[in-house]
Nanobody, 113 residues
Framework: QVRLVESGGGLVQAGGSLRLSCAAS??????MAWYRQAPGKQRDLVALITRAGSTKYADSVKGRFTISRDNAKNTVYLQMSSLKLEDTAIYYC?????????WGQGTQVTVSS
């Protein structure tokens, strides 16, 4: 059972930056990703990164967010810049290992005006 622990959420003003981190309890993780869920909305993919480093982003965050990972530390990061009010959500880390999906508990990101 892979455990994922997120950190780095918080309150930030619009236009500001935050960096989220997610540490996995095991190695040899395949794809890792960040999802987010705003109140009353479905959980959507924000960004994904494969073990080899290929990335994919939601259109709404392209050019503002950057996903990266450190395989030696089993950790994935999400650098968020130029934050907008609509980026407010709970951000969840997800990981795939041997075809099984694992989720973190989520970290709140609140963008204020």
């Amino acid at each position: 059972q892979v455990r994922l622990v997120e950190s780095g959420g918080g309150l930030v003003q619009a236009g500001g930056s935050l960096r989220l981190s997610c540490a996995a309890s095991e190695s040899r993780i395949n794809a890792m990703a960040w999802y987010r869920q705003a109140p009353g909305k479905q959980r959507d993919l924000v960004a994904l990164i494969t073990r080899a480093g290929s990335t994919k982003y939601a259109d709404s965050v392209k050019g503002r967010f950057t996903i990266s990972r450190d395989n030696a530390k089993n950790t994935v990061y999400l650098q968020m810049s130029s934050l907008k009010l609509e980026d407010t959500a709970i951000y969840y880390c997800a990981a795939d290992k041997y075809g099984n999906d694992y989720w973190g508990q989520g970290t709140q990101v609140t963008v204020s005006s």
